[in-house]
């Protein structure tokens, strides 16, 4: 089998899963894109299996300590065990990701769930060139009416795979409607984003909504109305909810409308009516903030600070005493520290006092490993304004 040398204190020497073609020292054997590769030391000693790709900045990713093949049976074992974890952890598994990539022990490989349908994703070219042994490892754990594949996005490209999409088993799924916890969401696995819905907040929604009761609530950046409608269904005395997006507004109408929710939807910039508000001597009691990813790469991740110091300052001043603000940041390179420093500048700045209700992060679903820190991306916090002493 192809092997790789690995240079002294590299990464996965400390964890990690992932080695760069900086920390490549030497190749045997003649791997190949695609290849399974043998990893060893400096010195000789074995470390793991691997997956190869020269054309990728990641140019190896452990997927297990011992020599292991990717085979029929590696997949159904490490598919059957991702999904025990999940069970195990009180997760609903009709409704949520089932697999995630190196958090699962299968580099480039996402699995989400939707009842009697699975959407796939191979985001690395080993498992992409191993599609067809991954479905039908799905297909004899799940059984599934249909598998649809959502092949799209930079991972791809930095792959040098092409972006592809569309149902690769079984029937096409029309768009459909998905409950949870009372709230109901359109999923349309093909052209929706992601793969249908944000599976990742769902738990979060029901958690700050456990905030809501008797409060006017504003929820930003609302997409399909998750939070505003978990909001309004716990007892919110009104809900006003905001997105940038008119088909995505329209959509979120329907699913309250469904629901049973209450809430006041408008189409609008949220920069642009957070500012209008708060210039306006607007308040509410609960402001939620789920903006998009502010940035994709490290280069821009100071215009991603000054976004959410803007919106942070803004929601800050329009809640009193008691007031409570709910935030989240999905952008992997803004750290929980820089992140949590924008909401301690606008405190400063708009010269109020926050005492923290709780913290938030990704669903179960979406496991954090110690060692990988890109397992964990979605961070949030929920502040409370108090009195000034």
Known sequence: MPTLSIQPRARIFHGHVWVYATEIKGRFGEPKPGDVVQLQDARGKPIGSAIYNPQSQISARLFSYRRQDLDLDFFKRRIERALKSRVDAGVDTSLCRVVWSESDGLPGVIVDRYGDHLVLQTLTLAMAQRQDIIVQALVEVFSPTSIVQRNEGNVRKAEGLDQVKGVIHGETPAPFVVRHQGSAFHADLIEGQKTGLYLDQLDNYQRVASLAKGRRVLDCFSNQGGFA?????????????????????????????????????????????????????????????????????????????????????????????????????????????????????????????????????????????????????????????????
């Open 229 to 389: 409608q978990a909001c309004s269904l716990a007892g919110a005395s009104e809900v006003t909810a905001v997105d940038i997006s008119e088909s995505a507004t329209a959509l979120a109408e329907k699913n309250a409308e469904i629901s049973g929710a209450k809430i006041k939807f408008i189409a609008a910039n949220c920069f642009d009516f957070l500012k209008q508000q708060e210039s306006s001597g607007a308040s509410y009691d609960l402001i939620i903030l789920d903006p998009p990813s502010f940035t994709k790469t490290k280069a821009s991740v100071s215009d991603a600070m000054r976004g959410y110091k803007e919106i942070h300052l803004r929601a800050i001043k329009m809640l009193q005493p008691g007031g409570i603000m709910a935030t989240f940041s999905c952008s992997h390179h803004v750290s929980t520290g820089d992140f949590h420093e924008s909401i301690v500048d606008a405190a400063v700045d708009a010269r109020k006092t926050l005492r923290r209700v709780t913290t938030y992060s990704q669903r179960q679903d979406h496991p954090i490993l110690a060692t990988i820190p890109e397992t964990q991306y979605l961070t949030g916090f929920a502040y409370e304004v108090i009195a000034s002493w």
